[in-house]
């Protein structure tokens, strides 16, 4: 259906942020472009079938001034994000940035070269590599630095190292402690309500173009190939901690429960260069990602940044992250780290103060103002986290989602509350009437929150759905957050077009084959539709061949329980087979390859048959 045009009002916010802004300083497109050595020939990395997964020229529209359906603050940040190719941080640093949502980076060492954060697909990694060494060499791979346990920092490891490779010592792969436990969790047990949410957040089905998609603020949008993992051979546990690889001295710093909950940053003394993984970046972070995740720690954040600061602020010469582009100078990337620093910890210590005043969430939320200095920080713009909805995380991680008000303590689920809502303000016809005058008003927040009532209400109701697309569109042109705008165009997507599910998946063989039991054994309890299984009480035993390792699992009350012990002589069901077929059997194959059977075998097919799939294509904006 077709997209309408920003109105007068939106077109005139616009405006005035481009006068309230300081659009005169130009320093990051300096810093962006600067290095700069080479770009791929063909801007289309494509999968093996020959399917498109990444596309830099998609994002070449982002160029000139910013129309008035974007908001000229996220022009500007997507106009530097959106720019491709190999770029030299110092001689013998590299960065491919363009060719993902992330950045990797390379570092040359006295025979070969270590990659950090290898991207999120296969496809994408490789492509990155073939630039790197089309201008570098075709130095080997000695070693991959993991920074954080996110996808976008390793799914693409198999584009440039195999797992031959490691299993043979050719490759290190280095992360900090608890990386694979957090990777894995991440990506299985929540995975298709945070996959079908991303694919709103990331704009995943949005048109590229100035109504459209634009970027997502961190990158522009994540690649759709095929991510993978490989299990480190290496283990960062203590700030300090020093290795060198390949003649390469490398320091750590510990930096768990900030970005990520296994996450650390690295010094290079020989290059006098720092990493900061996630964590200081040229924007806003989410505290809590509208995708779904657990709400971060913005004070420990803060503190590990103070850290940084006097750990390696006296030493560096150059800053750079795996996303945007570094910072160059002692005393600049001091400036840009200490700013950092003080958004976070001025986002937390203000809403402590505000909530212990007795604000909810909403009410900090709306009235919170930043510090002048940090209001005109281009690097604490809100383009993926915003502010607004930050600080709502934090009351959330102190106070969870009850505000104290006991009309809120039980109220009606949304289907049935807009019923009412509409009942008493007297129809249908009635609340699209107001949310009309709303619209015509340019407050298209309350005009939003009446159509989703009116939707929930009746959702075949073309005049609602038509005025509620309307209206999230008028909110996504006027949006400076990347991933706000693609919510708002995403959900008026769906309004007009139907719902399109869930166009990525993480859940990739080579990620789900780095579960343990224990982790396997959770996946499937929380796939257990508990009112289906109240009254099966069922118990079999469960030997993995290959990890020597015996459970006993039971299924009662709807509760899965495994306990780790030998199988007992008299066990009604005992199952023998390796972890791979113990994988393949939680996703229904019950055929008899591969599994040694001992007693009955209508156990396992019980059980199964009380697992959901869990659904990824959920309704979001509909009922």
């Known amino acids: 259906m077709e997209q309408r045009e920003p109105s007068e009002a939106v077109t005139a916010a616009n405006q005035a942020a481009l006068a309230a802004l300081p659009f005169d300083d130009d320093a990051d497109f300096a810093a962006a472009d600067r290095g700069f050595v080479g770009t791929l020939d063909d801007p289309a990395v494509r999968d093996e079938g020959g399917t498109v997964v990444w596309d830099a020229s998609s994002f070449d529209f982002v160029d000139g001034d910013a129309p008035t359906s974007v908001h000229p603050s996220l022009w500007r940040q997507s106009k530097l994000v959106a720019k491709h190719g190999l770029y030299e941080v110092v001689p013998g640093l590299y960065q491919v940035r363009g060719l993902d949502l992330s950045v990797t980076s390379f570092i040359e060492g006295d025979t070969g070269v270590i990659v950090v954060d290898p991207l999120i697909s296969k496809e994408t990694g490789a492509a990155a590599l073939a630039l790197y060494r089309r201008h570098r060499g075709d130095l080997p791979i000695v070693a991959v630095i993991h920074t954080h346990s996110h996808i976008d920092h390793f799914g693409g490891v198999l584009g440039m190292v195999t797992q031959e490779q490691v299993d043979a010592g050719d490759v290190q792969v280095i992360a900090p402690e608890g990386f694979v436990e957090h990777a894995v969790a991440e990506n299985v047990y929540a995975g298709v309500a945070m996959g079908r949410r991303a694919g709103y957040m990331y704009g995943a089905r949005l048109d590229r173009g100035p109504k459209g998609q634009v970027g997502a603020g961190l990158g522009q949008t994540t690649s759709t190939g095929q991510p993978g993992m490989i299990v480190p051979t290496l283990d960062i546990r203590e700030t300090g901690e020093t290795h060198v690889i390949d003649g390469v001295e490398i320091e750590f710093q510990m930096a768990p429960g900030t970005e990520a909950p296994s996450e650390m940053h690295f010094y290079l003394p020989g290059f006098k260069a720092l990493c900061m993984a996630e964590n200081a970046t040229h924007t806003l972070h989410n505290l809590l990602t509208l995708r779904g995740a657990l709400v971060r720690d913005p004070h420990v954040w803060s503190q590990y940044l103070t850290e940084a600061i006097e750990r390696y602020g006296d030493r560096a010469e ?13 005393d600049e990337l001091v400036r840009f780290l200490s700013t950092q620093r003080d958004l976070y910890a001025y986002l937390h210590d203000q809403t402590l103060r505000m909530l212990n005043q007795g604000l909810t969430g909403a009410e900090i939320g709306e009235a919170f103002e930043l510090p002048p200095a940090l209001e005109n920080a281009w690097n604490a713009r809100g383009y993926y986290g915003s502010v607004n909805h930050d600080v709502k995380a934090i009351y959330q991680r ?27 303000i007297g129809g249908i016809d009635r609340v699209v009437e107001l949310a009309q005058a709303a619209f015509d008003a340019a407050d298209y927040r309350w005009a939003a929150t009446l159509l989703d009532h009116a939707v929930f209400a009746d959702a075949a109701h073309e005049g609602a759905r038509a005025l509620y697309a309307d209206t999230l569109e008028q909110l996504g042109y006027g949006a400076e957050n990347g991933t706000w705008r693609n919510f708002f165009l995403s959900g008026a997507t769906e309004l007009r077009e139907g719902n399109f ?27 257990v539709d508990g009112p289906r299984a109240w009254d099966l009480d069922l118990a079999l ?15 009662r009350n709807g509760v899965l329980v495994y306990v780790e012990r030998e199988p007992a002589p008299d066990a009604a069901l005992h199952l023998t087979l390796d972890k791979p077929r113990l994988l393949r059997l939680a996703g229904g194959d019950l055929s008899p390859e591969g599994i040694e059977v001992d007693g009955d075998l209508d156990i396992l097919r019980r059980l199964i048959d009380v697992l959901d799939q869990g659904d990824p294509s959920f309704d979001i904006v509909v009922p």
Do not use: C, K
Request: hydrophobic share 45%; charged share 15%.
């Open 318 to 330: 150059v800053v750079f992250a795996s996303h945007h582009w570094p910072t160059w100078g002692n």
């Open 398 to 424: 102190y106070m969870g989602w009850f505000d104290g008000n006991p009309a809120r303590l039980w109220p009606h689920p949304p289907q049935a509350l807009a019923e009412r809502y509409v009942d008493a």
């Open 501 to 527: 599910g869930t166009p990525t998946s993480t859940a990739a063989p080579a990620i789900l084959a780095q579960l343990t039991p224990e982790q396997l054994f959770d996946a499937v309890a929380i796939r």
């Open 541 to 555: 035993d469960l030997t993995l061949t290959d990890l020597g390792r015996s459970f006993h699992l039971t299924l």
